[in-house]
T-cell receptor, first 111, second 118 residues
Framework: GQQVMQIPQYQHVQEGEDFTTYCNSS?????IQWYKQRPGGHPVFLIQ?????EVKKQKRLTFQFGEAKKNSSLHITATQTTDVGTYFC???????????FGTGTKLQVIP | DAGVIQSPRHEVTEMGQEVTLRCKPI?????LFWYRQTMMRGLELLIY????????DSGMPEDRFSAKMPNASFSTLKIQPSEPRDSAVYFC????????????????FGQGTRLTVV
């Protein structure tokens, strides 16, 4: 079945440093979504990428979808303490195939 | 819309008891998902429905788990009998599946039900 892995599993950064998490799928995806889950909270949608090679930005966050549509990345520039949480990618394939969440990257920001 | 509503928020039950989790999706959404989250296994998709019909239940752990969606505004996840290893946070989420594009729109998650089986 479809598997979606994320690296790293954990990341501690000093406030102001950059952060990147990578998402890799075992199969070609039709689209990929990114979510953020704060400690004790529920996943909250950040963005969706559909096109091969697509790059989208949200303020300090940059999202990329690989050319082969099997990998994606989220880059945060100049992290802040409000960025703390676990970041998940979620990929799905065509038809009615299920959305598979990645293993998540837990980000800690040291003030 | 108040978003996806789950109840109860917390449930503590004894092993062997039946547990029913409830979910009200966002009005107008045609897809509903049940997820389970644990430290060990992360966020797992248990089952999802499209237009109230179960499409993929391959994530349901075993026969003790069952899910229903009798109408577009309500779904239940039942565990009978419950076991300590079922302790987890259970999330319900809803979204819109665009058949022409074969794409799910963003999923909105409920607050989750924290289940503890002792």
């Amino acid at each position: 079945g479809q598997q979606v892995m994320q690296i790293p599993q954990y990341q501690h950064v000093q406030e102001g440093e950059d952060f990147t998490t990578y998402c890799n799928s075992s199969t070609t995806l039709s689209n990929i979504q990114w979510y953020k889950q704060r400690p004790g909270g529920h996943p909250v949608f950040l963005i969706q990428l559909v096109k091969s090679g697509e790059v989208k930005k949200q303020k300090r966050l940059t999202f990329q979808f690989g050319e082969a549509k099997k990998n994606s990345s989220l880059h945060i520039t100049a992290t802040q303490t409000t960025d703390v949480g676990t970041y998940f990618c979620a990929g799905s394939s065509g038809g009615y195939q299920k959305v598979t969440f990645g293993t998540g990257t837990k980000l800690q920001v040291i003030p | 819309d108040a978003g996806v509503i789950q109840s109860p928020r917390h449930e503590v039950t004894e092993m062997g008891q039946e547990v029913t989790l409830r979910c009200k999706p966002i009005s107008g959404h045609n897809s509903l998902f049940w997820y389970r989250q644990t430290m060990m296994r992360g966020l797992e998709l248990l089952i999802y429905f499209n237009n109230n019909v179960p499409i993929d239940d391959s994530g349901m752990p075993e026969d003790r788990f069952s899910a229903k969606m009798p109408n577009a505004s309500f779904s239940t996840l039942k565990i009978q009998p419950s076991e300590p290893r079922d302790s987890a946070v259970y999330f319900c989420a809803s979204s819109w599946f665009r058949r022409g594009m074969s794409v799910f729109t963003e999923a909105f998650f409920g607050q989750g039900t924290r289940l503890t089986v002792v």
